[in-house]
């Protein structure tokens, strides 16, 4: 049987909104893939924050931005100043991080990756993550900015 794995953005949802989708498509994980976990507009997606308000909802937060964040601070994951996703897949750090995802998916979670971008289809969450998990076997499902489902985007 193929493995599912969602991912969300919260753009400017409100959290009593996000949390909800969070219960509707039955995550009890949430995995956070921001290079930075802080919103300067949305206090309520900053790390602590969101980390109290979804235990609060009997939904376990992950922070796994230094391995799956789409802005990592090693430099040699950069070309000409830009991200290279392809460089990173390469890394240690990266592998760790999809290793970490696919044991917890596993074992038995429904596992939602969050950034902050509504849509996936420019996001790090499908381009980097969502590919590479694709690509060993797991079928990836984006909750979009109205809270439908996306098995394909293109």
Not at 12 to 30: A, M, S, T, V
Not at 98 to 106: A, D, P
């Amino acid at each position: 049987m193929e493995s599912a794995i969602y991912t969300i953005g919260y753009g400017n949802r409100r959290i009593e909104d996000f949390i909800n989708l969070l219960h509707k498509h039955e995550i009890d994980l949430l995995i956070d893939v921001r290079s930075r976990p802080f919103s300067r507009f949305n206090p309520n997606f900053r790390k602590k924050s969101l980390e109290l308000h979804l235990i609060n909802n009997n939904i376990r937060y992950l922070f796994l931005g230094q391995e799956l964040g789409g802005k990592p601070t090693d430099q040699s994951c950069y070309s000409e100043n830009e991200v290279d996703y392809q460089k990173i897949k390469s890394k240690p750090f990266f592998k760790s991080g999809i290793q970490e995802v696919t044991k917890l998916t596993e074992n038995g979670y429904t596992v939602a990756l969050m950034c902050a971008e509504q849509s996936p289809v420019h996001c790090h969450r499908k381009l980097l993550v969502g590919d590479y998990l694709e690509s060993l076997g797991y079928s990836i499902i984006h909750i979009d900015k109205y809270g439908a489902i996306l098995n394909e985007l293109f």
